[in-house]
């Protein structure tokens, strides 16, 4: 089957088995080596990219459902000749990346989250990262850039 | 100092968060083939016949790999060579390698594994430490005293090794004891869990296997996969990408020695990643463990004598560090409180159960968990104050531990004393409905002593570049540390030192990054190669500039006289004169641990006899707990900690923050258990529950500066002990809150309910 | 076999009716893929992967909420919609389900019809919430579209009818209803559940009139437990005889699972708990 949907931004036809995981997709046929295969059962969240703005744990997405959406990889936020986003400078101004295996998965649910809230508590910011496991920091320092990151993001509530 | 002690940004940072850097597991070759790995299903039987003759035959199969190609009995470190790379005739656990294939698809390789024809004879399995080593036990290694030790360590039949201690008179101190008390522990076994599995690619050339592996310790995969190969170790290379994370499962080769035999049998590149599953069930957790002690103590709590004996789990071989780190147990156990007379055994045995490895703080955590149960077991025998009893008896500076080393910088009662001004030690308060409790725990702890080697060259644009092969599991020793000394020794900024890749082929020996070492001792090696390159810097430019090298300095990316800042030249300048009079300006620097005085003949079978750049800590815990679920929750928590001098003080903070959730969820869920079938049960993360972002509590942390004579600028290891003391001391306050020890981990809410229901029916 | 589909594949349907006649046609070997979160784990589980997935994603009829006498839920709902629909205590229980399940990821994915069909799926969060709710399920199959109680659908869940989907799920949301849920975990979030209960309760003049407790995960199958939820009726919400005894029965209607997440034992002591926590949540104040 063929399967038509845009990654960052632009648009990709997927000739693949419908029930193959988007991860796999993107790592084995776009290149996108950023979304990690930490568990392959959608529990550690370091595949997480962005399907029309959610969260989701790619390596359970089945590419059929893909067909007709935006996904986005933590390749698409900031082009490698440009700034980081807010959300990526902050967690290495704060010490919150450490091996960084869960790093892009992070980085995308915090994106979605300040999307979504420009404002969130330190407990919606650590209930939004329940499904993404850190084995390194014990997560205070992705806290603490998230809530840096909430800082310059959109207007004061 | 300008960049020693200041917050830097990772330099490896932004490819992290850009999802750009290459991991092990992302790391490819053209034309690659896939490796798959034959596991046994069972825990121990005769192979009675192995045929992959219909498998070699296959669409898509390049080669078949068996234990024909792997030649070589090796094990951890190389002390105890117990361990082939294929079950031969015998299989110890499930999980074992039987046969590896390369293949041009994943599931052209599946199919070739099905079609391995394998003929077992079952064997009796032995699961159980305590059943290993009873009296009439089946062998796990028949041929156990054939195999090659790096020292004479005591073994016999299903004891793999034992390691003991033995100081004083502590049958004299028995017999005057006022009190006696007794405690048996029992933990489980804790996985790794890195978000990255092992992953390997190996290609073969020029007579040499070529492996890209996400590995802690370049030189010890080397050599491992030198000695199962039975090939010459500088025909290996290891290359080491980012690596997702370690914490101890990364130390030991693990997949390498299959994509190496496979690409030599093949000609093409061989990649091998490990699934979850496999990665959770095969590759070697922190062990399992029982431990018991005895202690005499007079009736104002002063401790007289300690017994101890622990029995730990390992496994089906010798392939991790439970053999290496078998007398970790008595230091740690004997490293905190003044024991004068001591006998502790640490015993090591075989089971048919996949072998177990090292994990952050090896056997320290289920050592201090039993110890500080055991010291409150002996407050509330004696009706004392726990805290009280820990000040009684807590090494102070000069004091001697239990192996006759003298501790001439103890910082515990300091250490203590902070945590006490942050949360004075008093009764919580009461809250709603919960039960609540506290605990407070000290704790010595070593930095790991190994060697290093590194150089530093001058660029001919005046930036530095070190190149060794000190791996970076994340810590930011490389990505930070070693960097920020070497910049404050050259006069440098940050950004303008580089460090290489780690390859083996290029960098000096190092020994890994574990235990702490790669700021200490790594740090040492290229800051001994900088003050040799600063030296040859000022010689040169004291030609240039007509001065003393004496009266100059390096600062700003220039050599200046010092007071005359006028009269400076730049580093590149220095560089371009140095070419072509005395050469490029390059120096290589060494480290070896000073020898550190002890008692050795109190100890027998030890590999670490002794603690190096020793480090002092203390932790406080506040726990609730739901009377009616059993549930814990970490409500506040402290740490204390000497790190000799802070090279980076955020770096260090998330080193502790890390390792205090990993003891978190050691302590309240974390458990890889082994089925009846000696399979691991837990293999997916479900039910291996691993911290999140909700479960980990607000740490307050002191970082305590007390440098070290022989660390670079006085720095010790920061990055392992903070997961130690915190089973103990989350224990400790359970067991306060609700009023009766537990004295096996993990403390989940079955566990805890169950304690409340029996103390209750009482 | 099969008229509109073609052989080991996954088949994108466009209405219910071409699904249903999909589904129909491929018999056994087919099944319908909602998020996909449960399917795609069927290895995990050591379940062979049906041959034949009916994808669900592009079905219209299959998503909205409405909000009127009763909230009628596209089966294609996911958590995440379901967590934030504006509805009355009548569905409290419902929308603390879908929010407190699993972690974004998956509440983001997860469909309420995925929730209900997903056979062998103890731990579903959804499922009592429904069932306490009085849920009814719109099903969909070739030959026309049927309604049915959840709690008899999940009694026969193993032996649906191929061509059989469900459509829509209505929650009834009369005056003087209110519901909640409690979930208990090992850790703070972010797992199945050791336990999950819901409660839904009628109230006429601060009296139970009409309640339903239900229980999940700790049978293979969620269950509505009668016994217990008699002994809340008559009395006031909240009355501690009136639920300690509802504890008491719910854990004698119940026989507990063995599990890796949890001994058996456990989910019968802790479920009295849970259910006094969920029933002290009930929020009267707009029922």
Known sequence: MSYSFSVNGQEVDIESPGLRPLLSVLRDDLGLLGAKLGCGEGRCGACTVLVDDAPVAACLYPVANADGSDVRTVEGLARHDSELTAVQDALLTHGGVQCGACIPGVVMTLTALLDQDARPEDSEVRSALAGNICRCTGYQKIVDAAMAATETNGDPR | ?762 | MSTTVAKNGVHIATSMREAAAMLADLGEAGEAIAGGTWIMRAPDRDVPAHRQYVVLKHVPELFGVSVADSVDIGAMTTHTELGGIEAGPALSGIRQAARESAFPQVRNVATVGGNIRAIGFAEADLVPAMLAARARLELTSPTGTSEEDIGDYLATRHSRPAGELIGRVRVPAPKGRASAFERLTVRATGEYPIVNVAVSVDIDDSVVRDARIAVGSVEPVAKLCVSASQALIGHRLGDSAAVDAAGVEAAGELTSREGLDAPGWYRLAVLPALIRRAIARIDLSSA
């Open chain 2, 1 to 762: 100092m300008t960049v020693v002690g200041t917050n830097v940004r990772r330099a490896d940072g932004t490819d992290k968060v850009r999802g750009a850097a290459i991991y092990g597991m992302d790391y490819t070759e053209p034309g690659q083939l896939v490796a798959k790995v034959l596991r046994s299903h069972v825990p121990a039987a005769n192979i009675v016949e192995l045929d992959t003759s219909k498998a070699e035959s296959m669409p898509g199969v390049r080669a078949v790999a068996t234990a024909a190609d792997a030649p070589g009995l090796s094990g951890m470190f190389f002390v105890l060579k117990d361990q082939s790379l294929f079950a031969r005739d015998v299989i110890r656990y499930v999980g074992e390698p039987l046969a590896a294939v390369a293949a041009d698809t994943p599931e052209q390789a599946d199919a070739a594994l099905a079609a391995i024809d394998v003929v077992l004879e079952p064997l009796e399995p032995v699961l159980d430490v305590e059943q290993s080593l009873a009296e009439g036990t089946r062998l796990i290694h028949p041929d156990w005293e054939t195999y090659e030790t790096l020292v004479p360590g005591p073994r016999d039949g299903n004891l793999a090794w034992e390691a003991s201690l033995e100081r004083g008179d502590a049958d004299a101190a028995f017999d005057g004891a006022d009190v006696i008390i007794e405690d048996e522990f029992r933990t489980q076994r804790q996985h790794q869990t890195s978000i990255e599995p092992h992953a390997a690619v190996a290609r073969y050339e020029h007579g040499r296997y070529v492996v890209h592996t996400p590995t802690q310790f370049p030189f010890n995969v080397r050599g491992r996969i030198a000695e199962l190969l039975g090939a010459r170790i500088s025909d290996v290379r290891v290359i080491v990408p980012t690596i997702g994370g370690g914490f101890g499962g990364k130390l030991d080769m693990m997949l390498e020695p299959f994509a190496c035999i496979l690409a030599r049998k093949t000609g093409k590149p061989v990649r091998i990643v490990n699934t979850r599953r496999e990665e959770q069930a095969t590759c070697g957790p922190r062990e399992g463990a029982v431990v018991r002690l005895r202690t005499a103590v007079s009736s104002d709590g002063t401790i007289l004598a300690q017994e101890g004996r622990i029995i730990s789990d390992n496994g089906a071989n010798s392939s991790g560090e439970t053999v290496a780190c078998a007398n970790v147990a008595s230091l740690v156990l004997g490293g905190t409180y003044r024991i004068p007379n001591a006998r502790y055994v640490s015993q090591v045995a075989y089971t048919n159960t996949p072998p177990t490895a090292a994990f952050r703080g090896v056997n320290g955590p289920y050592c201090v968990y039993a110890q500080e149960m055991h010291f409150d077991h002996i407050a509330r025998e004696l009706g004392m104050d726990r805290r009280d009893l820990r000040l009684r008896n807590l090494i102070r500076a000069g004091d001697e531990i239990v192996n006759g080393q003298r501790l001439d910088d103890a910082f515990l009662a300091q250490a203590m004393d902070r945590v006490e001004r942050i949360r004075p030690w008093g009764p919580p308060k009461e809250a709603n409905g919960t039960l609540r409790g506290i605990a407070v725990v000290p704790l010595t702890w070593i930095t790991n002593p190994g060697p290093s080697g590194a150089s530093v060259k001058l660029e001919e644009d005046g930036t530095a570049t070190i190149t060794c092969a000190a791996a970076e599991i994340g810590t930011g020793a490389v990505a930070t540390g070693i960097r920020q000394i070497v910049a404050d020794q050259l006069g440098l900024r940050f950004e303008d030192v580089q460090v290489s890749p780690a390859d083996t082929d290029t960098g000096s020996y190092d020994h890994g990054a574990q235990g702490s070492r790669t700021t200490f001792g790594m740090g040492n090696a290229a800051q001994d190669a900088a003050v040799k390159v600063r030296d040859q810097l000022l010689d040169v430019a004291a030609g240039m500039l007509e001065a003393s090298a004496a009266d100059l300095e390096l600062a700003d990316g220039t050599v200046r006289v010092q007071g005359a800042p006028d009269k400076q030249v730049p580093l590149p300048a220095v560089v371009a004169t140095a070419m072509f009079s005395q050469g490029p300006i390059v120096a290589s620097g060494q480290f070896a641990a000073p020898p550190v005085p002890f008692d050795a003949g109190c100890m027998a079978g030890a590999l670490f006899t002794s603690f190096t750049a020793a480090t002092y800590h203390a932790h406080f815990a506040e726990v609730e707990v739901d009377p009616d679920t059993g549930k814990v929750t970490v409500s506040r928590y402290v740490v204390a900690q000497d790190v000799g001098t802070a090279i980076n003080p955020h770096m260090i903070e998330g080193q502790i923050q890390g390792g205090v959730l990993q003891g978190v969820g050691y302590t309240l869920f974390e458990n890889l258990r082994i089925g009846d079938n000696g399979d691991v049960l837990d293999a997916g993360l479900e039910t291996y529950r691993l911290p999140t972002a909700v479960d980990a509590p607000h740490i307050d942390i002191e970082i305590l500066e007390n440098p070290c004579p022989y660390g670079p600028l006085g720095a010790k290891g920061a990055a392992e002990p903070s997961i130690v003391p915190v089973a103990a001391v989350i224990a400790c306050a359970v067991a306060d809150a609700i009023g009766t020890p537990i004295n096996e981990l993990p403390l989940t809410p079955f566990a805890v309910l169950r304690a409340l229901r029996s103390k209750q029916n009482e």
